[in-house]
């Protein structure tokens, strides 16, 4: 998990438990408002590795063979 996806988990936590409102967390991490809401839903159905990147750790499709 990388460090921006570590910050984002903070600031979804503090939106869970009522700390902190989804337009304030919205301007923390940088997108609007409904896509908070889209993560919020993520956390809450998978937990953190909801916001991993989906093709982490895979080998990419273009890579020169050695």
Known sequence: ??????????????????????AQAAEVLGVSERQVWRLLAAYRARGAPALAHGNG??????VVPD
Do not use: I, Y
Request: proline share 4%; glycine share 8%.
């Open 57 to 62: 750790g895979r080998r990419p499709h273009n």
């Open 1 to 22: 998990m990388t460090q921006s996806e570590k910050a984002q988990r903070l600031v979804l936590e503090s939106v869970d438990a009522g700390d902190l409102q989804t």
